[in-house]
């Protein structure tokens, strides 16, 4: 694609910078250097729920990519947990971002499966308090390398035309208390299991639900991958489970929300 063929697209993103149609403008730049599915323009600060900011889903897929995504699955997403490090603005693959076992790991498994998706690649624009992701996603193939380079070189744009139109987008997460009486996500892993699991073994659970092996949970607490399958196969005992998937279930309805359906 030649700057000729991105100097329309690119005028009108511009030129729609803080108005209703500015992302989708910034979306028709993108999609004119490189085809894809879906965008969907993710808000995030800390832990927080994530904002919604934009998207282009079909209705009848709405539904799995943002409204189950928020409902609590979110706290899985190797996208939000990059977020929430954060990690440095540019252009990421999702896999790149993921632990060693995402994609054997329920979070895969039990949500992100029912998307369907080929590849998801993500912008990351550090908008001071918040970081805003913009993520664009191919059902059909991986972006190829000559096409990830190709997206990559515009991340100066993407990054300046997002830190204008979402100037203030700190203010939007204010105040988190009163949204639908929803409880704190922030601390939906260290009140997971009180009272029944150790501190130690809800720090399994994390690890564990994130997609890390028990090579890298037990690196990561300094024991080793045996003692790692013990513990697990406490909690498992301890909550009357016999799987990773019971597992995922029970801790997305510690989040007093329903869950990702199929």
Request: proline fraction near 7%; aromatic fraction near 12%.
């Amino acid at each position: 694609m030649t700057g000729q063929a991105l100097f329309d697209p690119l005028a009108a993103a511009i030129s729609a910078i803080g108005t209703a149609d500015g992302p989708a403008r910034l979306a028709a730049v993108l999609r004119a250097a490189v085809p894809y599915s879906y965008t969907v323009v993710f808000g995030y600060r800390g832990t927080a729920r994530p904002l919604d900011l934009y998207d282009d889903f079909p209705a009848d897929r709405r539904k799995v990519f943002v409204t189950d995504y928020q409902d609590g699955p979110y706290l899985l997403d190797p996208l939000f947990l990059a977020a929430s490090r954060p990690v440095p603005t540019g252009l990421y693959r999702l896999r790149d971002l993921a632990p060693d076992r995402f994609y054997q790991g329920e979070y895969f498994r039990s949500y992100y499966v029912q998307t369907g998706l080929a590849e998801e690649i993500a912008f990351f624009i550090d908008c001071g308090d918040s970081v805003v992701v913009l993520s664009l996603m191919r059902a059909d193939r991986p972006f190829s390398p000559r096409e990830f380079r190709a997206l990559q070189a515009l991340c100066p744009l993407v990054e300046a035309i997002a830190r204008q139109h979402w100037a203030d987008l700190d203010r939007s997460f204010t105040p988190l208390p009163a949204q639908d009486n929803r409880q704190d996500f922030a601390h939906a892993f260290h009140s997971f299991g009180v009272g029944v699991l150790t501190r130690r073994e809800r720090q399994i659970v994390e690890f564990t639900l994130k997609g890390h092996s028990a090579v890298a949970v037990g690196a990561m607490l300094g024991i080793s991958p045996g003692t790692v399958r013990i513990h697990r196969r406490n909690i498992y005992a301890k909550l009357r489970i016999g799987s990773q998937g019971e597992l995922f279930s029970l801790f997305i309805g510690a989040t007093g929300r329903p869950g990702p359906t199929g």
